[in-house]
């Protein structure tokens, strides 16, 4: 599967008529109306994309065609939104939290989908999309854009060469926005020695290049070796390549000449010359970049960093890391895509104290032993990349996952971070071993889609963790004993996707630290604050399902005992509910967020789609379906 990307210049549309493509298939049981209205917005995208990439291809657009541009990328967005109100999971970056992974969703979308009462909401949405793009399409051509585009220009003089060579005692209104970027690249906290990048976005014309040099301008004397190469939207790599060896001052070891140099002997000069360099960063979505097969000879390297979504480029996969890769010792910092497949030898690597991210479709058993040896790391990620090429099965994946943590709990002493990313939601992470006691330094522990059957008891011995994101199939009374005890604890995102057995009750005593209390499960009647519960919580965060909530729904008890509580935030799952659960369910979260003395700021929501894969409130749905089919 390709990576699905969503650009400035193309918007959403490449992701979009992706999933378009699969809401066509049987798989979702649309019904005719709808599946006749996706096939007509499918055949309206495709066009506009087409013409989308046919303006990425024009430096110099004039205002009519701008806007349009724009209106399409805007459309493409509002579009995506509603397809993934079907597809999505919601994610992390992120500040962008940019979230993972499709194939890990489909169980989740297809109980959604064939749901009667949600199939018909789908297609009036649909109904209302097809609108919206009828009346874009007719202003196009209305105002015959294309024509506007073609027509031929007096000049060819590349703006961006005025942007390079701009006097800066001619530049208005560009010294606050410089010295803001250059402040948040120095931003308190932040190691000088950190990698720092900043993206500078939108049409042409906005002064992008111009902002961007006069911050290499000012900071280009705080580095070794520089370079500012300017990049078309089809560039000349070996034009680019030249560019940046005349910046950093290399020479031609014997003919002077660069502009007759092969690619191999640009690329061999570069590599000569990063020999003595610690860092080495990859950005590839403008641009790909071609990584050689070895990089042993970079023998300063400390990062190594790949920041790209292309897993190909004319044909060549890119999916393989340099095969000697494994032997660079003084590695610090490895940090690549989840879809990188690693060279055998891991464990060679034993001066890494960062790695990322570990794809466990593809890691061999030797790496996940050689993942032992490396007991210098403090920061691991792993995670799964979705891809047709790899047919592992989720079983398979679920046991390798166990293994890795197994080694990371009984080897990886110095680990802090710990990352547990796109797994599939059937891979259970139980490890039944005594945590030993050099091991308990973790800081941060997130398991995003995998689970546990219960709270771990080895999760008790972290004194340091202060962050944790826990996948649980259940929760007992001494679950929530585990948890409260924890002295560091600060942020606790806890999801609960089995039926609650007994009362969450937060107790005055727990919970020392805790400031952001993230809690998802079915029914939220189950949780109870008591007295000096959570003294320092200043933020709760609710998802549950208003199924049912005419049989045994109510809010939490005692939220308004929260002495420190600032915000609520409270997502209600709505998808195939009645009407009158959904206003009873939201009206009685209101009330009881209103009994608060401190009036916290407060965000309900009822949500048509679930992002979450509750048991007990699939079957009710899976039952209601059963009974409504045996009906008619």
């Keep these: 599967m390709e990576a699905a990307m969503v650009s400035a210049s193309h918007g959403a549309m490449a992701s979009l008529l992706r999933n378009l493509s699969d809401l066509l298939t049987d798989k979702y049981k649309l019904l005719k109306g709808a599946k006749g209205e996706v096939m007509f917005l499918k055949a309206e995208l495709e066009s506009m994309h087409a013409f989308l990439k046919k303006m990425s291809d024009v430096d110099d657009l004039d205002e009519q065609a701008k806007c349009w541009v724009k209106?399409?990328?805007?459309?493409?967005?509002?579009?995506?939104?509603?397809?993934?109100?079907?597809?999505?999971?919601?994610?992390?970056?992120?500040?962008?939290?940019?979230?993972?992974?499709?194939?890990?969703?489909?169980?989740?979308?297809?109980?959604?989908?064939?749901?009667?009462?949600t199939r018909s909401k789908v297609a009036k949405e649909f109904r209302g999309l097809r609108s919206r793009v009828m009346e874009v399409s007719e202003r196009h051509k209305r105002y015959k854009i294309d024509d506007a585009v073609t027509k031929p220009k007096n000049t060819n003089i590349d703006l961006r060469l005025m942007?390079?060579?701009?006097?800066?005692?001619?530049?208005?209104?560009i010294d606050g926005p410089i010295d803001e970027l250059i402040l948040w690249m120095d931003g308190e906290g932040v190691p000088a020695d950190q990698l720092k990048v900043l993206s500078i976005v939108g049409f042409g014309g906005l002064g992008k290049t111009t902002l961007a040099n006069q911050i290499y301008r000012k900071l280009q004397g705080q580095f070794q070796c520089q370079a500012f190469v300017s990049v078309s939207q089809k560039p000349n790599i070996r034009r680019i390549m030249r560019t940046i060896l005349s910046q950093i001052g290399v020479a031609a070891p014997q003919d002077p000449n660069m502009e007759i140099w092969e690619e191999s002997?640009?690329?061999?000069?570069?590599?000569?010359?990063?020999?003595?360099?610690?860092?080495?960063?990859?950005?590839?979505?403008?641009?790909?970049?071609?990584?050689?097969?070895?990089?042993?000879?970079?023998?300063?390297?400390?990062?190594?960093?790949?920041?790209?979504?292309?897993?190909?480029?004319?044909?060549?996969?890119l999916r393989e890391l340099p095969s000697d890769i494994v032997d660079m010792s003084q590695l610090l910092h490895m940090i690549v895509p989840e879809w990188k497949k690693f060279p055998?030898?891991?464990?060679?690597?034993?001066?890494?104290?960062?790695?990322?991210?570990?794809?466990?479709?593809?890691?061999?058993?030797?790496?996940?032993?050689?993942?032992?040896?490396?007991?210098?790391?403090?920061?691991?990620?792993?995670?799964?990349?979705?891809?047709?090429?790899?047919?592992?099965?989720?079983?398979?994946?679920?046991?390798r996952a166990r293994e890795v943590l197994r080694t990371c709990l009984e080897k990886l002493c110095n680990l802090k971070y710990l990352d547990v990313a796109s797994c599939p939601f059937s891979a259970c992470l139980d490890v039944p071993i005594p945590l030993p006691a050099s091991c308990s330094h973790l800081r941060k522990f997130h398991t995003y889609f995998s689970w546990?059957?219960?709270?771990?008891?080895?999760?008790?011995?972290?004194?340091?963790?202060?962050?944790?994101?826990?996948?649980?199939?259940?929760?007992?009374?001494?679950?929530?004993?585990?948890?409260?005890?924890?002295?560091?604890?600060?942020?606790?995102?806890?999801?609960?996707?089995?039926?609650?057995?007994?009362?969450?009750?937060?107790?005055?005593?727990?919970?020392?630290?805790?400031?952001?209390?993230?809690?998802?499960?079915?029914?939220?009647?189950?949780?109870?604050?008591?007295p000096g519960a959570m003294a320092k919580l200043e933020s709760l965060y609710l998802v549950f399902s208003a199924q049912g909530w005419d049989r045994d729904g109510a809010p939490p008890a005692g939220i308004e005992l929260l002495s420190g509580l600032k915000e609520i935030s409270v997502d209600i799952e709505c998808a195939g509910t009645k009407e009158?659960?959904?206003?009873?369910?939201?009206?009685?979260?209101?009330?009881?967020?209103?009994?608060?003395?401190?009036?916290?700021?407060?965000?309900?929501?009822?949500?048509?789609?679930?992002?979450?894969?509750?048991?007990?409130?699939?079957?009710?749905?899976?039952?209601?379906?059963?009974?409504?089919?045996?009906?008619?």
């Excluded at 993230?518 to 009647?525: F, G, K, P, T």
Aim: proline share 3%; net charge negative; charged share 25%.
């Design 344 to 399: 055998d030898g891991i464990g060679n690597m034993k001066s890494l104290r960062t790695l990322g991210c570990i794809d466990l479709g593809t890691i061999s058993p030797g790496n996940i032993k050689g993942l032992g040896e490396l007991t210098n790391l403090t920061n691991l990620e792993i995670g799964q990349y979705f891809d047709d090429e790899n047919s592992i099965s989720d079983d398979k994946v679920a046991e």
């Design 580 to 632: 009158s659960d959904r206003r009873a369910a939201e009206s009685a979260l209101r009330n009881a967020v209103n009994m608060h003395p401190r009036r916290p700021t407060a965000n309900i929501v009822c949500q048509d789609y679930g992002w979450f894969v509750f048991d007990d409130v699939k079957d009710d749905r899976e039952g209601q379906e059963h009974d409504a089919s045996s009906s008619m």
């Design 452 to 530: 546990f059957s219960r709270v771990p008891g080895w999760i008790g011995k972290l004194v340091h963790l202060s962050d944790l994101m826990l996948h649980v199939k259940e929760v007992r009374e001494d679950d929530v004993e585990i948890l409260a005890q924890l002295p560091s604890l600060t942020h606790l995102n806890l999801r609960i996707r089995g039926a609650l057995q007994d009362k969450i009750i937060i107790r005055g005593s727990g919970f020392p630290a805790l400031q952001h209390f993230e809690l998802v499960c079915s029914r939220i009647s189950y949780l109870t604050f008591e």
């Design 265 to 317: 002997e640009l690329i061999t000069a570069l590599r000569e010359f990063l020999w003595s360099k610690r860092y080495l960063k990859i950005l590839g979505n403008a641009i790909p970049v071609m990584l050689p097969s070895k990089i042993g000879g970079l023998l300063q390297l400390e990062t190594f960093h790949i920041e790209t979504e292309v897993t190909s480029y004319n044909g060549i996969s």
């Design 163 to 173: 942007a390079l060579y701009a006097e800066t005692a001619g530049l208005v209104g």
């Design 71 to 117: 209106e399409i990328r805007e459309l493409s967005y509002d579009i995506d939104d509603s397809v993934n109100e079907f597809l999505h999971l919601a994610g992390c970056d992120s500040g962008s939290s940019k979230p993972r992974g499709f194939k890990g969703f489909i169980n989740r979308s297809m109980s959604l989908l064939t749901n009667i009462n």
